[in-house]
């Protein structure tokens, strides 16, 4: 079974901070999604890393793929209150069905 | 992009009673839906596949008895849930893969339903 260490679980910064979010495992994925969740919604994608050593940008976000493709990162700059909300990081193994397996989450809140 | 319906978006029901709950791609088509379960705060737990025409793959620890998953076409796939007991109160939400992305861009993504809230009383 394919596990995926996401940490920190709970994480309540100021607006304006900086802070990282990581997601780490053993195994190697074919790829690797990052989602946001609001509360009473489904996941929304932010983005989809698929090199290893893959560096993605998205305004203020900054996605990293670890070059052995086992783990990867998520920077927020200047966080902000709208940056609320649950983060998932998610691997994709290989074969036709593309089963995704989910890290826990973090839960992020920006304080205004 | 592409768009995912969840139907209903949340039920009440008495315990005992069944629960339908539908999952549509609304402009592609999926030959793979992904039922998952989510408690409050938590992650996603995967449930099962369901795949189109043929029967559901379950996860380990899920009573296939218990959540029915019916894929009948490439745009719809529905669980129900039987006999629904309040312990099966949860957000429950579906997800697709584009197959034709799937075959066009790596590492093509899931898109996502907004959930169902089930609340067993």
């Known amino acids: 079974t394919q596990l995926l260490e996401q940490s920190p679980q709970f994480l309540s910064i100021q607006e304006g901070e900086n802070l990282t979010v990581y997601c780490n495992s053993s195994?190697?994925?074919?790829?690797l999604q990052w989602y946001r969740q609001e509360p009473g919604e489904g996941p929304v994608l932010l983005v989809t890393v698929v090199t290893g050593g893959e560096v993605k940008k998205l305004k203020r976000l900054t996605f990293q793929f670890g070059d052995a493709r086992k783990d990867s990162s998520l920077h927020i700059t200047a966080a902000q209150p709208g940056d609320t909300g649950l983060y998932l990081c998610a691997g994709a193994s290989g074969g036709s069905n593309y089963k995704l397996t989910f890290g826990k989450g973090t839960l992020l809140t920006v304080n205004p | 992009g592409a768009v995912v319906s969840q139907h209903p978006s949340r039920v009440i029901c008495k315990s005992g009673t069944s629960v339908k709950i539908e999952c549509r791609s609304l402009d592609f088509q999926a030959t793979t839906m992904f039922w998952y379960r989510q408690f409050p705060k938590q992650s996603l737990m995967l449930m099962a596949t369901s795949n189109e025409g043929s029967k559901a793959t379950y996860e380990q620890g899920v009573e296939k008895d218990k959540f029915l998953i019916n894929h009948a076409s490439l745009t719809l796939s529905t669980l129900t849930v039987t006999s629904a007991h309040p312990e099966d109160s949860s957000f429950y939400i579906c997800?697709?893969?584009?197959?034709?992305?799937?075959?066009?861009?790596?590492?093509?993504?899931?898109?996502f339903g907004n959930g169902t809230r089930l609340t067993v009383t």
């Open positions: 195994s190697v994925f074919s790829s």
């Open positions: 997800s697709a893969r584009d197959e034709f992305q799937r075959t066009v861009v790596r590492g093509s993504p899931l898109h």
